[in-house]
């Protein structure tokens, strides 16, 4: 049936991978291809949202009455999404947002010099987003909602990094070979700070996402 319960609220999220430039023609990226923001973002304006998408190097045509802001690294996708969030009554965080970059963008492509085998590449630290956006909430009663890719120990790792994020609820997402990065499947677990854990079986990432919304709806209620 037709669900509107998302009317009148404005959500944020932000989709796909950031990419970290070394020099003119490299970056440090990741796998995220977009699909799951991107079905997070199609589904909220489905459901009557107005929807603020933040999309970092995700290549999917802009969904439908969505509000599409493009952004490259984790540095332009912070700035994006804090100015967004300033009146959103829920934010989720699909990015896969890079935890380091390199300390220094080099202007000339980067050459290999004879004998220094491993070549120095020095990072440095991204700001933690979702952290900030939980510890700094632009709104009272603002929903924030994060993602976490995990291969190994996947409910104990979704539980510490929920308490360090300090959102409301964490989606945790395994990743491997086929799931998560890249696929049109999903499947996931989402925590809560209230103790609360939704299974959600495999399937499609429109699905998952409307179990966040589902949970998001019935937290903003
Ligand atoms: O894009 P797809 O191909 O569809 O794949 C979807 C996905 C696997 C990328 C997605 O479902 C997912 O899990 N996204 C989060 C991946 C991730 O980077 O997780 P993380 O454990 O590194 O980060 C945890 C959370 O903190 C995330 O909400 C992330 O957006 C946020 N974060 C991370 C680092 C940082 N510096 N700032 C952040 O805000």
Redesign the pocket.
Known sequence: GLTTDLAGRHVVV????TREPLDPVRFLGN???????YALAATAAARGARVTLVSANAELPDPAGVDVVHVST?LQLREAALKAVADADAVV???????FRPAEYVTGKIKKVDGVDPAPVALVR??????EISADRARPGQLVV????ETDDVLANGRA?LAR?GCDLLVV?E?GERK????DL?EAVVLGADGTETAVPVGP?EALADVVWDLVAARLA
Do not use: E, H
Not at 14 to 17: D, R, V
Not at 31 to 37: A, L, V
Not at 146 to 149: D, L, M, R, S
């Open positions: 932000s989709a796909g991978g796998r995220s291809s977009g699909k799951q923001g984790a965080m699909a990015a896969a947002v890079a935890d991204n700001p933690d987003i979702l952290a994060g993602f976490a890719a990094k994020k997402n990743v998560g990065f890249g696929s999903n990432k």
